[in-house]
């Protein structure tokens, strides 16, 4: 088995890092893991511990739906938590006009469905996860850094390919290995 994921990887350009590193500044005083640039991307399906049989399947289906689906941009836009800001747990950057990567995002659901896999019931909320929350002395400071960025504009995002992941846990966090790249 193999905890699997299917997303889409973001090069972060220099307002994603200025961005990424002045809330870590801004916030250094909290107990909060951030996600290291290198590993920034936006999950379009979490598919967890998977067995090999079925990882295959899921790349096969992927090679179908993705060939021809066509490249695309979206634009990285403001700020926000998960939950809310009573119990904050996850500090994400949103997408604006999301509409051709709902349309990525159905077309692959669509997939996974017809090839025998759950999905989640959740509605699709595209976004970024920058840092997870473990614990907040001053949440007064989270909610006026997160106001302060909620309607910046932050990068366009070039999308070419979907990229099946084998997600490997490790004490220093986190490491992400493509298993599949699947051009669009």
């Not at 005083?29 to 996600?35: D, Q, T």
């Not at 399906?45 to 992927?62: H, N, P, S, Y």
């Not at 996860?129 to 909620?150: G, M, N």
């Not at 220093?172 to 669009?184: A, E």
Request: contains cysteine; hydrophobic residues 40%; positive net charge.
């Amino acid at each position: 088995m193999q905890r699997i994921f299917i997303a889409l990887k973001i090069k972060p350009e220099n307002n994603l890092l200025r961005l990424h590193s002045t809330l870590k500044s801004l916030l250094g005083n909290e107990k909060i893991n951030w996600v290291d640039p290198g590993n920034i991307h936006l999950t379009l399906v979490f598919l967890g511990d998977t067995e090999e049989e079925r990882i295959k399947m899921a790349a096969i289906m992927l090679k179908q739906r993705c060939t021809g689906f066509g490249e695309f941009d979206f634009n990285l836009s403001g700020t926000g938590v998960f939950k809310d800001f009573r119990d904050p747990r996850v500090i994400w950057i949103g997408i604006e006009d999301p509409g051709k990567l709902a349309e990525l995002y159905n077309t692959i659901k669509t997939g996974l469905e017809d090839t025998g896999f759950k999905t989640e019931e959740r509605p699709f909320k595209p976004h970024i996860t920058i840092a997870r929350i473990k614990f907040l002395k001053h949440p007064e400071i989270l909610r006026s850094v997160i106001d302060k960025y909620r309607d910046s504009e932050i990068q366009k995002v070039p999308v070419k390919e979907v990229i099946l992941y084998e997600s490997i846990l490790k004490p220093t966090g986190p490491v992400y290995k493509p298993m599949g790249i699947f051009r669009l």
